[in-house]
């Protein structure tokens, strides 16, 4: 199976800054797409940035200039670099990748998210 594990989460201030990371494990063959999520309480997930693995990178227009999603293929994992936080930001960000397995099955797995609170 594979898994997908974030880090990073936490407590920061308005306009304070936060890397999270997403590690892929398990019977990888090969990822394609990786990406971040976010759901803040009473609202629907929505997409915060992407990736795929020629590099292109997609953002939603309320981080962009402000967050930065990168890739460490060899290490199987992703990350987000959020600057100038605002308390807007503040929900559980999801770690999203599709991903051929050792079976040379396409799946799209999810992480089990992370807290990151904007406040003062």
């Known amino acids: 199976q594979v898994q997908l594990v974030e880090s990073g989460g936490g407590l920061v201030q308005p306009g304070g800054s936060l890397r999270l990371s997403c590690d892929a494990s398990g019977s990888i063959f090969s990822i394609n797409l990786m990406g971040w999520h976010r759901q803040a309480p009473g609202k629907q997930r929505e997409l915060v940035a992407t990736?795929?693995?020629?590099?292109?990178?997609n953002y939603v227009d309320s981080v962009k200039g402000r967050f930065t999603i990168s890739r460490d293929n060899a290490k199987n994992t992703a990350y987000l670099q959020m600057n100038n936080l605002k308390p807007e930001d503040t929900a559980v960000y999801y770690c999203?990748?599709?991903?051929?397995?050792?079976?040379?099955?396409?799946?799209?797995?999810w992480g089990q998210g992370t807290q990151v609170t904007v406040s003062s």
């Open positions: 999203n990748a599709v991903i051929m397995d050792r079976r040379r099955v396409w799946s799209t797995y």
């Open positions: 990736m795929s693995g020629g590099g292109t990178t």
